[in-house]
T-cell receptor, first 118, second 111 residues
Framework: EAQVTQNPRYLITVTGKKLTVTCSQN?????MSWYRQDPGLGLRQIYY???????DKGDVPEGYKVSRKEKRNFPLILESPSPNQTSLYFC?????????????????FGDGTRLSIL | KQEVTQIPAALSVPEGENLVLNCSFT??????LQWFRQDPGKGLTSLLL?????REQTSGRLNASLDKSSGRSTLYIAASQPGDSATYLC??????????FGTGTSLTVIP
């Protein structure tokens, strides 16, 4: 089954304790992205990646890191989490081969990770 | 900076009604616009994607239109059903591959 898988689905942790949220897709998609969703603010893009070893900042990258060492995986790293990073996080992917101009492919989303930082 | 607005924030209609959801964006230099559905506790499901060169897209009871010059898109849902109850989100993709989402319209279809 084609899917985007995020882990963990729920996490409660404390300020300053490094954490990683994993994201994996099995559709051979080039484009992957991380979003956070907050009440009243909607979804905001954190980081995105057009392909392996290519990452770019979205609208709210502060306090986050990402890496794209393999095509299927795009982990989100919080080196020193703070309470203002408590949110619902979504990973998404889409087919978007570099150089093909094919950006008109829909995004596929994971089920989300609810993060609470105390 | 691109801003995406969705009106109304919430909508409640009786089953069978036709309805229109609105999405507006401030910068018309978009690559495409996508409508999503989000169910509670779930991720987003893509409904329709309209390329910047297109005026509308249809899928079943859904029809989405795009007027890029005025910065507007509408999602038309025909003959609404209780199963259509969800939050509907629109998102624009910019040429530099960033995405901007609206805050959504929460739809309730009453049986």
């Amino acid at each position: 089954e084609a899917q985007v898988t995020q882990n963990p689905r729920y996490l409660i942790t404390v300020t300053g304790k490094k954490l990683t949220v994993t994201c994996s897709q099995n559709m051979n998609h080039e484009y992957m992205s991380w979003y956070r969703q907050d009440p009243g603010l909607g979804l905001r893009q954190i980081y995105y990646s057009m392909n392996v070893e290519v990452t770019d900042k979205g609208d709210v990258p502060e306090g986050y890191k990402v890496s794209r060492k393999e095509k299927r995986n795009f982990p989100l790293i919080l080196e020193s989490p703070s309470p203002n990073q408590t949110s619902l996080y979504f990973c998404a992917s889409s087919l978007s081969p570099l150089g093909s101009g094919s950006r008109n492919q829909p995004q596929h989303f994971g089920d989300g990770t609810r993060l609470s930082i105390l | 900076k691109q801003e995406v607005t969705q009106i109304p924030a919430a909508l409640s209609v009786p089953e069978g009604e036709n309805l229109v959801l609105n999405c507006s964006f401030t910068d018309s230099a978009i690559y495409n616009l996508q409508w999503f559905r989000q169910d509670p506790g779930k991720g987003l499901t893509s409904l329709l994607l309209i390329q910047s060169s297109q005026r509308e897209q249809t899928s079943g009871r859904l029809n989405a239109s795009l007027d890029k010059s005025s910065g507007r898109s509408t999602l038309y849902i025909a003959a609404s059903q209780p199963g259509d109850s969800a939050t509907y989100l629109c998102a624009v993709r910019l040429f530099r591959d960033q995405f901007y989402f609206g805050t959504g319209t929460s739809l309730t279809v009453i049986p």
